[in-house]
Protein backbone atom coordinates (compact mmCIF):
# COMPACT_ATOMS: atom_id res chain seq x y z
CA UNK A 1 0.00 0.00 0.00
CA UNK A 2 1.10 3.30 -1.21
CA UNK A 3 0.51 6.04 1.46
CA UNK A 4 0.65 9.69 0.31
CA UNK A 5 1.90 11.92 2.83
CA UNK A 6 0.21 14.83 2.75
CA UNK A 7 -3.53 13.26 2.47
CA UNK A 8 -2.42 11.14 5.61
CA UNK A 9 -1.82 14.16 7.43
CA UNK A 10 -4.81 15.67 5.94
CA UNK A 11 -6.88 13.08 7.88
CA UNK A 12 -4.69 13.18 11.14
CA UNK A 13 -5.51 16.46 11.28
CA UNK A 14 -9.35 15.90 10.64
CA UNK A 15 -9.15 12.85 13.23
CA UNK A 16 -6.98 14.99 16.47
CA UNK A 17 -9.92 18.08 15.69
CA UNK A 18 -12.61 15.31 15.96
CA UNK A 19 -11.34 13.40 18.91
CA UNK A 20 -10.80 17.09 20.46
CA UNK A 21 -14.61 17.98 19.87
CA UNK A 22 -15.61 14.32 21.72
CA UNK A 23 -13.84 15.21 24.50
CA UNK A 24 -14.93 18.94 24.98
CA UNK A 25 -18.50 17.73 24.54
CA UNK A 26 -18.07 16.73 27.81
CA UNK A 27 -16.98 19.97 28.85
CA UNK A 28 -19.64 21.81 27.56
CA UNK A 29 -22.13 20.21 29.48
CA UNK A 30 -20.13 20.38 32.77
CA UNK A 31 -19.96 24.17 32.06
CA UNK A 32 -23.74 24.17 31.57
CA UNK A 33 -24.84 22.17 34.25
CA UNK A 34 -22.30 23.73 36.63
CA UNK A 35 -23.38 27.41 35.36
CA UNK A 36 -19.98 28.13 34.13
CA UNK A 37 -21.17 29.21 31.60
CA UNK A 38 -24.19 31.67 32.56
CA UNK A 39 -21.24 32.94 35.19
CA UNK A 40 -18.61 34.26 32.90
CA UNK A 41 -21.04 35.76 30.69
CA UNK A 42 -22.01 38.37 34.03
CA UNK A 43 -17.92 39.62 33.11
CA UNK A 44 -14.32 38.78 32.13
CA UNK A 45 -12.63 36.30 34.79
CA UNK A 46 -9.50 34.81 35.75
CA UNK A 47 -10.51 30.80 37.20
CA UNK A 48 -10.26 31.57 40.61
CA UNK A 49 -12.78 34.14 39.97
CA UNK A 50 -15.45 31.93 37.84
CA UNK A 51 -14.63 29.38 40.90
CA UNK A 52 -15.87 31.63 43.57
CA UNK A 53 -19.27 33.00 41.55
CA UNK A 54 -20.02 29.22 40.64
CA UNK A 55 -19.13 27.73 43.65
CA UNK A 56 -16.78 24.99 42.08
CA UNK A 57 -12.88 24.42 42.60
CA UNK A 58 -10.35 26.59 40.62
CA UNK A 59 -8.30 23.84 39.72
CA UNK A 60 -10.96 22.60 37.92
CA UNK A 61 -12.13 24.95 36.43
CA UNK A 62 -8.86 26.23 35.20
CA UNK A 63 -8.03 23.18 33.66
CA UNK A 64 -11.81 24.00 31.85
CA UNK A 65 -11.48 27.05 30.52
CA UNK A 66 -7.86 26.38 29.12
CA UNK A 67 -9.41 23.66 27.27
CA UNK A 68 -12.75 25.87 26.19
CA UNK A 69 -10.45 28.56 24.43
CA UNK A 70 -8.26 25.75 22.58
CA UNK A 71 -12.06 24.85 21.38
CA UNK A 72 -13.40 28.18 20.42
CA UNK A 73 -15.98 28.46 22.91
CA UNK A 74 -14.57 31.29 25.31
CA UNK A 75 -11.77 34.18 24.35
CA UNK A 76 -8.19 34.34 26.26
CA UNK A 77 -6.66 37.58 27.12
CA UNK A 78 -2.44 36.51 27.48
CA UNK A 79 -2.42 40.06 29.18
CA UNK A 80 -4.41 39.49 32.22
CA UNK A 81 -5.33 36.05 31.80
CA UNK A 82 -8.67 36.43 31.94
CA UNK A 83 -11.42 34.70 30.63
CA UNK A 84 -14.51 35.85 28.90
CA UNK A 85 -17.27 34.97 26.23
CA UNK A 86 -17.99 37.12 23.54
CA UNK A 87 -21.86 38.28 23.03
CA UNK A 88 -21.87 35.24 20.07
CA UNK A 89 -20.92 32.73 22.49
CA UNK A 90 -23.32 33.45 25.36
CA UNK A 91 -25.95 33.74 22.68
CA UNK A 92 -25.17 29.81 22.04
CA UNK A 93 -24.17 28.81 25.43
CA UNK A 94 -26.39 30.34 28.25
CA UNK A 95 -30.10 31.20 26.83
CA UNK A 96 -31.87 27.29 27.07
CA UNK A 97 -34.94 29.24 25.31
CA UNK A 98 -33.07 30.92 22.43
CA UNK A 99 -32.94 30.40 19.31
CA UNK A 100 -29.27 28.42 19.31
CA UNK A 101 -28.84 26.30 22.95
CA UNK A 102 -25.54 24.35 21.99
CA UNK A 103 -25.12 22.34 25.14
CA UNK A 104 -28.99 21.08 24.83
CA UNK A 105 -27.24 19.14 21.54
CA UNK A 106 -24.04 18.12 23.57
CA UNK A 107 -25.96 16.21 26.13
CA UNK A 108 -28.40 14.49 23.64
CA UNK A 109 -25.19 13.26 22.07
CA UNK A 110 -23.49 11.94 25.69
CA UNK A 111 -26.45 10.62 26.63
CA UNK A 112 -26.65 8.63 23.20
CA UNK A 113 -23.07 7.59 23.34
CA UNK A 114 -23.52 5.91 26.66
CA UNK A 115 -25.78 2.93 24.45
CA UNK A 116 -22.91 1.93 22.61
CA UNK A 117 -22.21 -1.30 24.12
CA UNK A 118 -26.40 -2.36 23.06
CA UNK A 119 -25.78 -0.47 19.54
CA UNK A 120 -22.88 -2.15 18.58
CA UNK A 121 -24.67 -5.59 19.21
CA UNK A 122 -27.65 -4.43 17.38
CA UNK A 123 -25.49 -3.79 14.55
CA UNK A 124 -23.87 -7.35 14.97
CA UNK A 125 -27.74 -8.87 15.14
CA UNK A 126 -30.07 -6.08 13.25
CA UNK A 127 -32.78 -6.19 16.19
CA UNK A 128 -33.84 -2.95 17.39
CA UNK A 129 -32.93 -0.62 20.68
CA UNK A 130 -36.30 1.27 21.84
CA UNK A 131 -36.27 4.72 22.69
CA UNK A 132 -36.90 4.01 26.69
CA UNK A 133 -33.57 1.88 27.15
CA UNK A 134 -31.43 4.98 26.24
CA UNK A 135 -29.95 7.42 29.46
CA UNK A 136 -31.91 10.05 30.86
CA UNK A 137 -30.06 12.59 29.03
CA UNK A 138 -31.04 11.59 25.77
CA UNK A 139 -35.18 12.64 26.72
CA UNK A 140 -34.31 16.28 28.09
CA UNK A 141 -30.97 16.48 25.72
CA UNK A 142 -33.60 15.93 22.54
CA UNK A 143 -35.79 18.56 24.07
CA UNK A 144 -33.30 20.86 24.76
CA UNK A 145 -31.70 20.27 21.20
CA UNK A 146 -35.25 20.90 19.48
CA UNK A 147 -36.84 23.34 21.20
CA UNK A 148 -35.00 26.26 20.63
CA UNK A 149 -35.66 25.61 16.37
CA UNK A 150 -39.44 25.29 17.58
CA UNK A 151 -39.65 28.42 19.40
CA UNK A 152 -37.75 30.72 16.63
CA UNK A 153 -39.77 29.20 13.89
CA UNK A 154 -42.95 27.12 14.59
CA UNK A 155 -45.80 30.14 15.63
CA UNK A 156 -43.93 32.92 13.49
CA UNK A 157 -43.09 30.89 10.08
CA UNK A 158 -43.84 26.92 10.10
CA UNK A 159 -47.53 27.09 11.06
CA UNK A 160 -48.41 30.23 8.83
CA UNK A 161 -47.26 28.56 6.06
CA UNK A 162 -49.94 26.18 6.15
CA UNK A 163 -52.79 26.21 3.99
CA UNK A 164 -55.48 28.36 6.32
CA UNK A 165 -54.55 26.27 9.17
CA UNK A 166 -53.54 29.42 11.19
CA UNK A 167 -56.96 30.90 11.21
CA UNK A 168 -58.60 27.87 12.69
CA UNK A 169 -56.35 27.83 15.01
CA UNK A 170 -57.36 31.25 16.42
CA UNK A 171 -60.66 30.70 15.65
CA UNK A 172 -60.73 27.42 17.82
CA UNK A 173 -59.35 23.97 16.52
CA UNK A 174 -58.58 20.56 17.62
CA UNK A 175 -54.81 19.15 17.36
CA UNK A 176 -52.90 16.15 18.20
CA UNK A 177 -48.73 16.46 18.56
CA UNK A 178 -47.95 12.93 18.02
CA UNK A 179 -44.69 11.64 18.67
CA UNK A 180 -44.80 14.98 21.52
CA UNK A 181 -41.92 13.94 23.62
CA UNK A 182 -41.49 16.16 26.87
CA UNK A 183 -44.04 18.50 25.38
CA UNK A 184 -42.12 21.39 24.24
CA UNK A 185 -43.82 21.91 20.93
CA UNK A 186 -47.59 21.25 22.11
CA UNK A 187 -47.00 23.56 24.77
CA UNK A 188 -46.18 26.37 22.44
CA UNK A 189 -48.33 25.93 20.14
CA UNK A 190 -51.15 26.06 23.43
CA UNK A 191 -49.83 29.25 24.04
CA UNK A 192 -49.63 30.66 20.85
CA UNK A 193 -53.49 29.81 20.53
CA UNK A 194 -56.08 29.77 23.07
CA UNK A 195 -59.09 28.93 21.73
CA UNK A 196 -57.24 25.78 20.20
CA UNK A 197 -57.10 21.94 22.34
CA UNK A 198 -54.72 20.14 22.17
CA UNK A 199 -53.61 15.93 22.87
CA UNK A 200 -49.86 15.21 23.01
CA UNK A 201 -49.04 11.51 22.28
CA UNK A 202 -45.64 10.17 22.37
CA UNK A 203 -45.31 5.94 23.06
CA UNK A 204 -42.12 6.59 25.58
CA UNK A 205 -44.27 6.88 29.00
CA UNK A 206 -41.80 8.81 30.75
CA UNK A 207 -42.03 11.60 28.27
CA UNK A 208 -45.55 11.48 28.87
CA UNK A 209 -45.21 12.43 32.48
CA UNK A 210 -42.89 15.37 32.08
CA UNK A 211 -45.15 16.58 29.22
CA UNK A 212 -47.71 16.60 31.57
CA UNK A 213 -46.10 18.27 34.09
CA UNK A 214 -44.58 20.70 31.82
CA UNK A 215 -48.30 21.87 30.60
CA UNK A 216 -49.71 22.24 33.97
CA UNK A 217 -46.36 24.45 34.88
CA UNK A 218 -47.33 26.66 32.07
CA UNK A 219 -51.35 27.08 33.24
CA UNK A 220 -52.93 24.76 30.43
CA UNK A 221 -54.82 22.16 32.21
CA UNK A 222 -58.32 21.66 30.57
CA UNK A 223 -56.79 22.95 27.01
CA UNK A 224 -54.02 20.16 26.85
CA UNK A 225 -53.81 16.76 27.43
CA UNK A 226 -51.53 14.12 26.91
CA UNK A 227 -51.81 10.13 26.70
CA UNK A 228 -49.03 7.01 25.80
CA UNK A 229 -50.09 6.09 22.97
CA UNK A 230 -48.09 4.71 19.48
CA UNK A 231 -48.69 6.64 16.29
CA UNK A 232 -50.88 3.90 14.97
CA UNK A 233 -52.48 4.08 17.96
CA UNK A 234 -53.15 7.55 19.42
CA UNK A 235 -57.18 8.44 20.13
CA UNK A 236 -59.21 11.57 19.42
CA UNK A 237 -60.45 13.43 16.49
CA UNK A 238 -61.44 13.87 14.35
CA UNK A 239 -58.71 17.06 14.14
CA UNK A 240 -58.21 19.93 12.22
CA UNK A 241 -54.45 19.61 12.63
CA UNK A 242 -51.84 16.43 12.85
CA UNK A 243 -48.43 17.67 13.89
CA UNK A 244 -45.21 15.39 14.05
CA UNK A 245 -42.17 17.07 15.00
CA UNK A 246 -38.47 15.36 13.73
CA UNK A 247 -40.33 11.75 15.20
CA UNK A 248 -42.05 10.26 11.87
CA UNK A 249 -38.31 8.97 11.18
CA UNK A 250 -38.33 7.33 14.54
CA UNK A 251 -41.36 5.13 13.61
CA UNK A 252 -41.04 1.73 12.71
CA UNK A 253 -44.50 1.57 10.72
CA UNK A 254 -44.53 5.05 9.42
CA UNK A 255 -47.18 3.92 6.57
CA UNK A 256 -49.15 2.36 9.45
CA UNK A 257 -48.85 5.97 11.34
CA UNK A 258 -49.72 7.95 7.99
CA UNK A 259 -52.86 6.02 7.47
CA UNK A 260 -53.56 6.36 11.52
CA UNK A 261 -53.27 10.19 11.55
CA UNK A 262 -55.76 10.14 7.94
CA UNK A 263 -57.92 8.84 9.38
CA UNK A 264 -58.27 10.74 12.47
CA UNK A 265 -58.37 13.74 10.62
CA UNK A 266 -61.54 16.01 9.42
CA UNK A 267 -61.87 16.14 5.84
CA UNK A 268 -60.08 19.13 5.42
CA UNK A 269 -57.81 18.66 7.91
CA UNK A 270 -54.04 19.07 8.02
CA UNK A 271 -50.53 16.46 8.64
CA UNK A 272 -47.68 18.81 9.20
CA UNK A 273 -44.88 16.77 9.23
CA UNK A 274 -41.38 18.33 10.28
CA UNK A 275 -38.17 16.25 9.76
CA UNK A 276 -34.42 16.60 9.45
CA UNK A 277 -33.10 18.70 6.65
CA UNK A 278 -31.75 16.77 3.84
CA UNK A 279 -31.28 16.08 0.50
CA UNK A 280 -32.15 13.55 -2.58
CA UNK A 281 -29.44 11.64 -1.73
CA UNK A 282 -26.42 10.62 0.30
CA UNK A 283 -23.90 12.63 -2.25
CA UNK A 284 -26.29 15.85 -1.04
CA UNK A 285 -26.24 15.07 2.75
CA UNK A 286 -22.24 14.48 2.86
CA UNK A 287 -21.84 18.03 4.88
CA UNK A 288 -21.53 18.79 8.62
CA UNK A 289 -25.54 18.73 8.60
CA UNK A 290 -25.63 15.91 7.51
CA UNK A 291 -22.69 14.16 9.41
CA UNK A 292 -24.79 15.07 12.65
CA UNK A 293 -28.15 13.99 11.57
CA UNK A 294 -26.45 10.59 10.62
CA UNK A 295 -24.58 9.62 13.40
CA UNK A 296 -27.68 10.71 15.76
CA UNK A 297 -29.46 8.43 13.35
CA UNK A 298 -27.54 5.59 14.08
CA UNK A 299 -27.94 5.45 17.88
CA UNK A 300 -31.38 6.73 18.27
CA UNK A 301 -33.24 7.00 15.02
CA UNK A 302 -32.68 3.44 13.22
CA UNK A 303 -32.39 1.27 16.40
CA UNK A 304 -35.77 3.15 17.32
CA UNK A 305 -37.46 2.31 14.74
CA UNK A 306 -36.60 -1.18 14.40
CA UNK A 307 -37.23 -2.30 17.96
CA UNK A 308 -41.01 -1.30 16.82
CA UNK A 309 -43.78 -3.09 15.10
CA UNK A 310 -42.82 -3.26 11.16
CA UNK A 311 -39.22 -3.34 11.41
CA UNK A 312 -38.95 -0.41 9.16
CA UNK A 313 -36.68 2.54 9.37
CA UNK A 314 -36.76 5.45 7.29
CA UNK A 315 -33.71 7.32 9.06
CA UNK A 316 -33.07 10.59 10.01
CA UNK A 317 -32.09 11.60 6.25
CA UNK A 318 -34.82 10.15 4.77
CA UNK A 319 -35.42 13.42 2.57
CA UNK A 320 -38.35 14.74 0.79
CA UNK A 321 -39.34 11.80 -1.83
CA UNK A 322 -39.32 8.71 0.40
CA UNK A 323 -41.88 11.28 3.01
CA UNK A 324 -44.00 12.61 -0.17
CA UNK A 325 -44.39 8.75 -1.42
CA UNK A 326 -45.20 7.33 1.84
CA UNK A 327 -48.14 10.51 2.25
CA UNK A 328 -49.93 9.33 -1.15
CA UNK A 329 -49.54 5.54 -0.32
CA UNK A 330 -51.31 6.20 2.76
CA UNK A 331 -54.22 7.96 1.10
CA UNK A 332 -53.43 11.80 1.04
CA UNK A 333 -54.32 13.29 -2.22
CA UNK A 334 -51.86 16.48 -1.77
CA UNK A 335 -48.29 16.86 -0.46
CA UNK A 336 -45.94 20.23 -0.58
CA UNK A 337 -42.51 21.34 1.41
CA UNK A 338 -44.15 24.55 2.70
CA UNK A 339 -40.63 25.50 4.98
CA UNK A 340 -37.08 24.90 5.47
CA UNK A 341 -34.19 26.19 8.06
CA UNK A 342 -30.67 25.22 8.11
CA UNK A 343 -32.12 21.77 10.35
CA UNK A 344 -35.35 21.22 9.32
CA UNK A 345 -37.92 20.69 6.47
CA UNK A 346 -41.88 21.54 7.03
CA UNK A 347 -44.17 19.47 4.80
CA UNK A 348 -48.13 19.27 4.74
CA UNK A 349 -49.82 16.17 3.65
CA UNK A 350 -53.52 17.05 2.61
CA UNK A 351 -56.49 14.10 2.43
Same mark, same amino acid.
Given at each position: ?28 ? +? ?8 ? @? ?23 ? /? ?11 ? =? ?28 ? /? ?9 ? +? *? *? %? ?31 ? +? ?72 ? %?? %? ?8 ? /? ?5 ? @? ?17 ? =? ?19 ? =? ?10 ? @??? =??? /? ?6 ? @? ?17 ? *? ?10 ? +? ?6
Amino acid at each position: MTVNEAKLMEFVHRFVGDLGATMAAGGIV +IGDRLGLYQA @LAESPALPSELADRTRTSARYVEEW /LRGQAAGGYVEYD =PASGRYRLTPEQAFALTDPDGPIFAPGAFQ /LALGALKAEPR +I *T *T %AFRTGEGLGWDRHDDDVFTGCERFFRPGYSAHL +IGEWLPALDRVEERLRAGARVADVGCGHGASTVLMARAYPRSVFTGSDHHAGSVDQARKRSSDAGLDGRVTFEA %AG %AQSFSGGPYD /LVTMFDA @LHDMGDPLGAARHVLSRLT =PDGTWMIVEPVAGASVADNLN =PVGRVYYSFSAF @LCV =PSA /LSQEGGYS @LGAQAGEEPIARLAHDAGF *TRFRRVAETPFN +IVYEAKP
